[in-house]
T-cell receptor
Framework: KAGVTQTPRYLIKTRGQQVTLSCSPI?????VSWYQQTPGQGLQFLFE???????NKGNFPGRFSGRQFSNSRSEMNVSTLELGDSALYLC?????????????FGPGTRLTVL | GNSVTQMEGPVTLSEEAFLTINCTYT??????LFWYVQYPGEGLQLLLK?????DKGSNKGFEATYRKETTSFHLEKGSVQVSDSAVYFC?????????????FGTGTQLKVEL
């Protein structure tokens, strides 16, 4: 099976703009989660979607939002970009919602905010 | 709250040396435990996992045992190679009653030299 894919791989934006990142999960996986990775804060959970419903949300401002489509593909959106939003954004998919279900990660989208 | 503590890096070893990366956790209930590896410029790859006490996860010569009594999940490998140079993350997933998330340690960078 193909792995998790994320597009684009790299993005450069300026402060105040908005950005949309896309994630295609492994075929058959219904859960998609998003994480932010920065040198200072490490890996932080943003949100998880399952069957088009947000199931869990991390401690991020409302500028960060997401959605999931009926084919399980997911997008996350960041509005009014700030310098501190520069990070690697990782998407992960898994089959279900059990804590034994492994999350498989994509290669990430590197966002740079100038 | 739930958290993961990893040993600080970088860890520098000679090829064929024995590797231990310590990981301890704090969690209510019975979380699942994971080790992920991140190579430069890439996303996270699952290395191994254990879902109940005394389980041993293993893959590519790496092993870790879920120790409930010491709340630990230390990563070991008998003989490291230069190609093992990467950042290693210990993580746990616990029940929240809704969606779940991975809680990560800060990561340990491993450098293996000839």
């Amino acid at each position: 099976k193909a792995g998790v894919t994320q597009t684009p791989r790299y993005l450069i934006k300026t402060r105040g703009q908005q950005v949309t990142l896309s994630c295609s999960p492994i075929s058959g996986h219904r859960s998609v989660s998003w994480y932010q990775q920065t040198p200072g804060q490490g890996l932080q959970f943003l949100f998880e979607y399952f069957s088009e419903t947000q199931r869990n949300k991390g401690n991020f401002p409302g500028r960060f939002s997401g959605r999931q489509f009926s084919n399980s593909r997911s997008e996350m959106n960041v509005s009014t970009l700030e310098l501190g939003d520069s990070a690697l954004y990782l998407c992960a998919s898994r089959e279900g919602l059990a804590i034994t279900d492994t999350q498989y990660f994509g290669p990430g989208t590197r966002l740079t905010v100038l | 709250g739930n958290s993961v503590t990893q040993m600080e890096g970088p860890v520098t070893l000679s090829e064929e040396a024995f590797l231990t990366i310590n990981c301890t956790y704090t969690a209510t209930g019975y979380p699942s435990l994971f080790w992920y590896v991140q190579y430069p410029g890439e996303g996270l790859q699952l290395l191994l996992k254990a879902t109940k006490a005394d389980d041993k996860g293993s893959n590519k010569g790496f092993e870790a045992t879920y120790r409930k009594e010491t709340t630990s999940f230390h990563l070991e490998k008998g003989s490291v190679q230069v190609s093992d140079s990467a950042v290693y993350f210990c993580a746990l997933m616990f029940e929240t009653g809704g969606g779940n998330k991975l809680t990560f340690g800060t990561g340990t960078q491993l450098k293996v030299e000839l």
